[in-house]
């Protein structure tokens, strides 16, 4: 069984960073294809970034673009969401997502994940 867990949520005020990170169980982590999602409350979740198994491919949401930065790490069995100039919009449950296999994905949604971790919440403030 693979299991996810988020750590790195927290207060931040507009205009700062945070860094998520996502520690994940399994022996071929390498080869997983690893996601972030948000949800605010009463919204929707909604993709933020994604990154292929193998590294060589991200996908950004356009609301992050620019400002997030998605990445993977195989020998720390961890992805990261470096978050950069944050806003209120941002504030959201943070979730990291892994799909063990990455051909034919479509990265944006949600239920082309095998595994989720429990999200972590990060708040924004004005």
């Known amino acids: 069984q693979v299991q996810l867990v988020e750590s790195g949520g927290g207060l931040v005020q507009a205009g700062g960073s945070l860094r998520l990170s996502c520690a994940v169980s399994?022996?071929?982590?390498?080869?997983?294809?690893m996601g972030w999602f948000r949800q605010a409350p009463g919204k929707e979740r909604e993709f933020v970034a994604a990154?292929?198994?193998?590294?060589?491919?991200?996908y950004y949401a356009d609301s992050v673009k620019g400002r997030f930065t998605i990445s993977k790490d195989n020998a720390e069995n961890s992805v990261y969401l470096q978050m950069n100039s944050l806003s209120v919009e941002d504030t959201a449950v943070y979730y990291c997502?892994?799909?063990?296999?990455?051909?034919?994905?479509?990265?944006?949604?949600?239920?082309?994940?095998?595994?989720w971790g429990q999200g972590t919440q990060v708040t924004v403030s004005s």
């Open positions: 997502a892994a799909r063990v296999d990455w051909r034919a994905v479509v990265p944006g949604v949600a239920d082309e994940y095998d595994y």
């Open positions: 399994g022996r071929t982590f390498a080869t997983y294809g």
């Open positions: 990154m292929s198994g193998s590294g060589r491919d991200t």
